[in-house]
């Protein structure tokens, strides 16, 4: 089955800039909305930011003027590009994808295994 796989994660100092991406495992046909999500130590899992398939974007308000999501529809690739990090933004980032179809399939709420970004002041 396919699966959504994070990219990019890491350690970076206040202030720096991380791009964080996700794919689909295999080939498929489409992604609707697709999404980024964080969970913090102790802290429930949270809407980073949103992207629709027709490029609409929603964000938390922490992180508005910040992060921007963007899409590659061709390669069913959603970016979060962050800039001006925050010790506050360390969480483990998830990749979401509403519903998704391939051949033969149409799966929904697609959840990659998360990637940690661990920022330090």
């Known amino acids: 089955q396919v699966q959504l796989v994070e990219s990019g994660g890491g350690l970076v100092q206040a202030g720096g800039s991380l791009r964080l991406s996700c794919a689909p495992s295999?080939?498929?046909?489409?992604?609707?909305?697709m999404g980024w999500y964080r969970q913090a130590p102790g802290k429930q899992r949270e809407l980073v930011a949103s992207?629709?398939?027709?490029?609409?974007?929603n964000y938390a308000d922490s992180v508005k003027g910040r992060f921007t999501i963007s899409r590659d529809n061709a390669k069913n690739t959603v970016y979060l590009q962050m800039n001006s990090l925050k010790p506050e933004d360390t969480a483990v980032y998830y990749c979401?994808?509403?519903?998704?179809?391939?051949?033969?399939?149409?799966?929904?709420?697609?959840w990659g295994q998360g990637t940690q970004v661990t920022v330090s002041s």
């Open positions: 979401n994808a509403d519903d998704i179809y391939g051949l033969g399939y149409h799966l929904y709420d697609l």
């Open positions: 295999g080939s498929i046909l489409r992604a609707n909305g």
């Open positions: 992207i629709t398939s027709s490029g609409r974007t």
